[in-house]
């Protein structure tokens, strides 16, 4: 059973910066897709990133260019670096994890753990 804790959500203005820090334990990372989801009130949730073993990474084409994902297989971490933030991006950012398949998964659905969520706020 894999446990994946989120950290450091919280509030920015538009065009600001905010990280995101997933930890992972009770499992081997280094077996699993790990990946960012966000989900806003009364929206599903989407996908954001993933991230694949070998740090490649995929991004939801919205946030290609000012997200980043990145993973460190020996912290057993996974982090989400967002910059020039909008407002429409005010979400509960959740990270996910799914024992490595061909793909990286772009739907909650195919995702085997995933974290409580941290609220992240993009004020205008």
């Known amino acids: 059973q894999v446990q994946l804790v989120e950290s450091g959500g919280g509030l920015v203005q538009a065009g600001g910066s905010l990280r995101l820090s997933c930890a992972a334990s009770g499992g081997t990372f280094t077996t699993y897709i790990m990946a960012w989801f966000r989900q806003a009130p009364g929206k599903q949730r989407e996908f954001v990133g993933g991230?694949?073993?070998?740090?490649?990474?995929y991004y939801e084409d919205s946030v290609k260019g000012r997200f980043t994902i990145s993973r460190d297989n020996a912290k057993n971490t996974v982090s989400l670096e967002m910059n020039s933030r909008k407002p429409e991006e005010t979400a509960v950012y959740y990270c996910?994890?799914?024992?490595?398949?061909?793909?990286?998964?772009?739907?909650?659905?195919?995702?085997?753990?995933w974290g409580q969520g941290t609220q992240a706020t993009v004020s205008s």
């Open positions: 991230v694949r073993v070998t740090g490649r990474t």
């Open positions: 996910a994890a799914v024992r490595t398949v061909v793909r990286v998964p772009l739907v909650p659905n195919e995702y085997d753990y």
